[in-house]
């Protein structure tokens, strides 16, 4: 069983939770991600490491409360324990060589923040100069500034509606950056698909080479299902091992959102029956004959 130690709600959709995980927090690094379950027979939640302590043998995850589970475990409160919490998965963030050397410019959108954090945290203990983009739809949905400013030489800002920062899009701030002649050797985006999808937009006729972090459906996590399959350059992969971190100018982004759209009409119903005769069992309706 797996103590939640600290809970902090960033916003009315987002929740941090600090969790009791001393195997995980003994070998994790920057870029990989746990499998959580709330219950028994419940949802496997993936979710990035959005920080560790060694010490403390602690995860630090921020999720968005979405459907049936993420909702279940936004009701678990400080001292409470999770059935499941699995992990160190997925590869670690791979540094190029003489990256401390290097300028980096990271973006995120959402909830990209959490596994943006460990990532460039790591690469400004390495000395890299590092700087963010964070974008939202309005000020309470921009997360993590303040520890973002911790070590970022600059921290830039988006929201859609103007209530912080630029009124705009994080692509916006990037292009101004890289129009009044700003160098970096490489970026890093994390966000929704659509949004990694704008950034590499900009950064590849600008060539800078861009890191994105894949988040497609996933099951098991270890590459079995095969629910995470995504192409980058040509090549079908798995997120869950080969990832989640990719060249961004190598992925099938078109392929990619449609493949997120598999299965929203089974997402936005979690318990009911619907009308094709679906039936979520994620803690929800039993059927014994179910196979």
Known sequence: MYKILRKVELNDAVILMEVHAPMVARSCEAGQFIILMCEEDGERIPLTIADFDREKESITIIFQKMGR?????????????????????????????????KRV???AGGVGSAPLYPQ?????????KVEVIIGGREAQYVLMADMF??????VYIAT?????????????????????????????AIGPVVMMKAVVGVTKPAGLPTSVSLNPIMVDGTGMCGACRVTVAGKTKF??????DF?????????LLNRQKAYKKQEDVTVTIEEDGHVCFCGGQEDHHHG
Do not use: H, M, R, W
């Open 69 to 101: 589970s993420t909702n279940l475990l936004a009701t678990f409160n400080e001292g409470d324990k999770l059935v499941g919490f699995v992990g160190p998965l997925g590869e670690p963030t791979n540094f190029p060589e003489g990256i401390e050397n």
């Open 105 to 107: 410019i990271g973006v």
């Open 120 to 128: 460039l945290k790591a690469l400004a203990q390495k000395g890299t």
């Open 149 to 154: 400013k911790e070590f970022c030489d600059n």
């Open 160 to 188: 859609n509606d103007g209530s912080l920062g630029v009124q705009g899009f994080v692509t916006d701030i990037l292009q101004d950056l890289l129009d009044k002649g700003e160098k970096y050797d490489e970026c890093i």
């Open 239 to 244: 997120a869950c091992v080969d990832g989640p």
């Open 247 to 255: 060249n961004g100018f190598d992925v099938d982004f078109d392929e």
